[in-house]
């Protein structure tokens, strides 16, 4: 099992990205796929998960209505659409997989990509 992470970058307030998490050794469609944070000096977020069941959609409050988590299955890829992006959401963001269901709890997760940075300032 293997993710591999990319699309950081730095952009200015008010700015978007879009992350890629590439799957494989498995099929990410069966499974729960998640993306956490982790700022400077902080502990790990979960940001937003795609569930394996019913492709169920889940959001941390902070990112509600700017960020959305989306599934290619014929890519083994799960993408993050970050839309007005603010200072605060800067940090390593991971994704990860769990079992199933979402969890937006980083201990629900055995296995995790290698990060990528995103940083949001002017």
């Known amino acids: 099992v293997q993710l591999q992470a990319s699309g950081g970058g730095l952009v200015h307030p008010g700015g978007s990205l879009v992350l890629s998490c590439v799957a494989s050794?498995?099929?990410?469609?069966?499974?729960?796929v998640a993306w956490f944070r982790q700022a400077p000096g902080k502990g790990r977020e979960g940001v937003s998960c795609?569930?394996?069941?019913?492709?169920?959609?889940y959001y941390a409050d902070s990112v509600k209505g700017r960020f959305t988590i989306s599934r290619d299955n014929a890519l083994n890829t799960v993408y993050l659409q970050m839309n007005s992006l603010k200072p605060e959401d800067t940090g390593v963001y991971y994704c990860?997989?769990?079992?199933?269901?979402?969890?937006?709890?980083?201990?629900?997760?055995?296995?995790w990509g290698q990060g990528t940075q995103v940083t949001v300032s002017s």
């Open positions: 050794g498995f099929t990410s469609a069966n499974y729960a």
């Open positions: 990860a997989r769990g079992d199933v269901y979402c969890s937006l709890r980083s201990g629900s997760y055995r296995f």
């Open positions: 795609i569930s394996g069941s019913f492709g169920g959609l």
